[in-house]
């Protein structure tokens, strides 16, 4: 029978004594030893779920590496293109110089030299001329700027070119100007 307290009717516990302490504190490894193959998969899970995430991570930043350094070779390549752009007036200029008769051939050779090395310069930084070998019109890299109705050449000839055209690393930069036959 359990001892009442006599303030007010309730029953009190008794204090535990040292044996039935050491009886429920050797029932709790047994408890413990029980849950560890429990707590061994939550482990497992977690690592699983933060080795997943961390490869994610890497990944996004590994794309985002890539990423950014491809736009920092897009803008590069832009700015260099801007650069090329400007510069191809003074190309134009230097062939129609050297076009144009000179009575001095000393000068006209020192133009003609400065001209190849501007040209080559042009041409390490990826510039192309676009090649004049097609003799049809292709509305993609030629700009047809005269048409001339003619049954001496076939349609859609080239007949002169007005102003080379180029490409800058792939890309056309300028469309050739061109006089195309068309036969009506």
Not at 10 to 20: D, F, H, K, M
Not at 21 to 26: D, G, K, P, T, V
Not at 99 to 110: H, L
Not at 155 to 172: M, V
Request: net charge negative; proline share 7%.
């Amino acid at each position: 029978m359990e001892p009442v307290d006599s303030n007010n009717g309730l029953a009190t516990e008794e204090p535990q004594s040292s044996a039935e302490r050491s009886i429920e504190s050797a029932e709790a490894p047994q408890t413990l030893a029980s849950d560890w193959p429990v707590e061994r998969e939550r482990l497992i899970r977690e690592r699983t779920e933060f080795q997943d995430l961390l490869q994610r991570r890497q990944a996004e930043f590994d794309n985002y590496r890539r990423r950014s350094e491809r736009e920092r070779s897009d803008i590069f390549e832009f700015a260099a293109m801007d650069v090329v752009k400007s510069l191809l007036p003074i190309v134009d200029d230097f062939e129609r110089a050297l076009k144009a008769e000179a009575s001095d051939k000393e000068y006209a050779r020192g133009m003609e030299l400065i001209y190849q090395r501007l040209v080559e310069a042009l041409r390490k930084l990826g510039l192309e001329p676009v090649p004049s070998d097609p003799p049809l019109f292709n509305p993609h890299i030629h700009h047809a700027v005269e048409m001339v109705d003619t049954k001496d050449h076939p349609d859609q000839t080239i007949l002169e070119e007005y102003q080379r055209g180029y490409y800058f690393k792939g890309r056309l930069l300028r469309p050739a100007m061109v006089k195309v036959a068309v036969n009506q």
